[in-house]
């Protein structure tokens, strides 16, 4: 099975960076969600030491979230929607390939796409942020924080793209996928005062986020492959 999924991640991958125009605003948007705005927003915030090891925290914590979610749902509404919407889905249902191999090749290429392009802003950040303090040793984000970024906010992108691409798929409407965004981005927001700092609230978070991923995982065993075929026409 694993093989099969590589081979729809790797379809996936392809036809996005052959998408010019999606690519720029990918970019485009990473820069200004991940560089732009909180490096401004430090600047006019913070001038500590203190001060701005909380902003890399801040920033690697749910900053990188906000930032990746966000590529995620132009991603998501080509690789789910849009090929929904050009009726190319039912070429790919078509094939011996099951939805549960397909939802999942499609949901990895989202999410590596994202992180992919995402990551290498917050890694700019951090930069400009130390050398524009010039500080000695250099600030990084601390512990709590590294592990939310690097491994709690790839499943929770993973669990928020499988679950949009599953109501999309049910639905073929763009709006409940949205709501889904806006539900993490707020439940993020709100607990983002403790993520950066506190080890039982990132141990939560990635509960939240296995949870959401189980959640999908069952629904998709659920869906039939009619009822995805009926919804297209």
Request: charged share 10%; aromatic share 8%; glycine share 6%.
């Amino acid at each position: 099975m694993m093989s099969q999924v590589l081979t729809v991640v790797r379809k996936e991958i392809n036809e996005i960076a052959h998408n010019r125009r999606l690519c720029v605003l990918l970019v485009i948007l990473a820069l200004i969600l991940g560089v732009i705005v909180p490096f401004q927003t430090w600047r006019s915030r913070f001038s500590s030491h203190e001060d701005t090891h909380h902003a890399m925290n801040m920033q690697l914590s749910f900053g990188y979230l906000s930032c990746t979610t966000a590529l995620a749902w132009g991603l998501v509404q080509e690789i789910f929607y849009g090929e929904k919407a050009r009726r190319t889905l039912e070429t790919l249902l078509s094939t011996p390939l099951d939805l549960t191999t397909i939802w999942l090749g499609k949901t990895l290429a989202a999410t590596v796409i994202a992180a992919i392009v995402a990551a290498p802003t917050t890694v700019l950040f951090i930069l400009l942020v130390n050398l524009t303090t010039r500080s000695s040793p250099i600030i990084l984000p601390a512990s709590p924080a590294l592990l939310q970024g690097l491994i709690v906010t790839p499943f929770l992108l993973l669990a928020f793209i499988g679950l949009t691409g599953v109501s999309l798929w049910l639905l073929f409407d763009p709006r409940p996928a949205m709501y889904i965004a806006m539900l993490v981005i707020f439940i993020v927001h709100g607990l983002g005062m403790f993520l950066a700092s506190n080890w039982l609230i990132v141990g939560l978070t990635m509960g939240i986020a296995l949870g959401l991923l189980g959640f999908t995982v069952i629904a998709v065993r659920l869906l039939k492959r009619e009822r995805v075929v009926l919804i297209i026409r």
